[in-house]
């Protein structure tokens, strides 16, 4: 699947890039686990300078030209915002205004890509990070600004976040065992994932999670095509054990979910889907993880274990069965070939593809 498949797009014309609506930039602002903690952040870099000496690049600033705000109050000399979405720029450059920052932060519209700043910065903040880390263009936007905006890119201390990851883990459903065809044809989605609310209980991980996207953006040069017109693809070999004790949990916290949304069920097949879900894999669960700096780091699901959290960003779970297929705990392994392609240039979206076997 293409990384915008299923999410808003920037404009209507153009399906390669990832866009936003009101609701959802008012989540982003509002996550506990997210915005404090990358305020945290800014607030600390600056700190490590002079007051009134720090050139700072906030980059999607959004409607609110939140992060730039705060480097803004806590001593940048100059910040630049580029917001691609020409509605969410000005309505940064209202609110930039109304708060008395007008000379201090500049909001630009546009792609970075496609800007050229007068200055090089020092620091880049950069909350361009989708459900799965890359699917918002990250890679080929950072870079871009590595390349030409950032003064010393090869330092993590220019970046906010500096690494970018997503995890996975193997993950059974409850739609997929409730519905199976005839009822509902699965296969109709076309490789496009389902993503769940990261509390939803209705998905369940049945492994520990690993490591599966990690952008280290101070070394971002190093491994970008230089023609700047190609893709950096990448490939990993996957092997979960199925955890008995996951298992476990997981029926309890099926049972009661199953029970809550199925009312029309009997108790005994509650049960019984209960233990069949979390006895059965749908597919490859993926989510992000930020690392900001040296001691911050905003998680969407739990570290390490992976368990639900309240977050903005989603669950991605690609169905890679028609139907669920049955696992026994401490027995079964699930192998995933999987393979993520990162294009240079923002305007493709990234692509992911993923294959996998159950063995008993």
């Known amino acids: 699947w293409t990384a915008t498949q299923g999410l808003n797009s920037l404009n209507d014309n153009s399906k390669n890039f990832v866009g936003f609506n009101p609701a959802a930039y008012s989540a982003m602002v509002k996550d506990a686990s997210r915005t404090p903690l990358f305020e945290q952040a800014i607030i600390h870099r600056l700190q490590q300078s002079p007051s009134n000496s720090v050139v700072v690049l906030d980059l999607g600033t959004g409607p609110f030209a939140l992060f730039a705000v705060v480097a803004a109050q806590h001593g940048a000399q100059k910040v630049y915002a580029i917001e691609a979405n020409p509605q969410a720029a000005e309505l940064a450059q209202q609110r930039v205004q109304s708060l008395g920052y007008g000379d201090v932060i500049e909001i630009i519209t546009g792609f970075s890509t496609d800007i050229t700043l007068p200055q ?7 909350e361009i990070v989708g459900s799965v880390a890359s699917e918002e263009g990250a890679y080929a936007t950072l870079a871009d600004a590595a390349q030409r905006l950032v003064k010393e890119p090869q330092k993590s201390s220019s970046w906010i976040p500096n690494r970018l990851q997503t995890y996975a883990a193997p993950a059974s459903y409850t739609l997929h065992n409730l519905l199976t065809p005839p009822a509902f044809d699965w296969t109709k989605l076309d490789g496009e994932p389902v993503r769940f609310n990261c ?9 520990d999670p690993v490591l599966v996207e990690d952008i280290e953006i101070a070394t971002v040069l190093d491994t970008a095509p230089s023609s700047g017109r190609g ?11 199925i955890d008995p004790q996951r298992v476990q949990e997981n029926t309890i916290a099926l049972e009661k979910e199953i029970g809550q949304a199925a009312r029309y069920l009997k108790k005994p097949e509650v049960q019984q889907y209960a233990r069949q ?4 894999v749908t597919g490859l669960a993926l989510w992000p993880r930020l690392v900001l700096d040296d001691t911050t780091v905003v998680n969407s699901r739990t570290f390490p274990t992976g368990q639900h959290q309240k977050s903005h960003w989603q669950t991605v779970l690609p169905i890679m069965t028609p139907e669920p ?5 401490g027995q079964s ?13 923002v305007t493709q979206p990234p692509t992911y593809k993923m294959e996998g076997k159950v063995i008993a």
């Open 333 to 345: 392994q699930i192998k995933v070939a999987l393979e993520v392609s990162w294009p240079t240039s």
């Open 120 to 126: 090089k910065v020092d620091v880049c903040i950069a």
């Open 277 to 280: 879900t979390a006895s059965s």
């Open 231 to 241: 893709k950096l693809t990448t490939k990993k070999d996957l092997v979960f054990e």
């Open 199 to 207: 509390r939803d209980q209705g998905l369940q991980l049945l492994a």
């Open 325 to 329: 297929i049955a696992v026994v705990p």
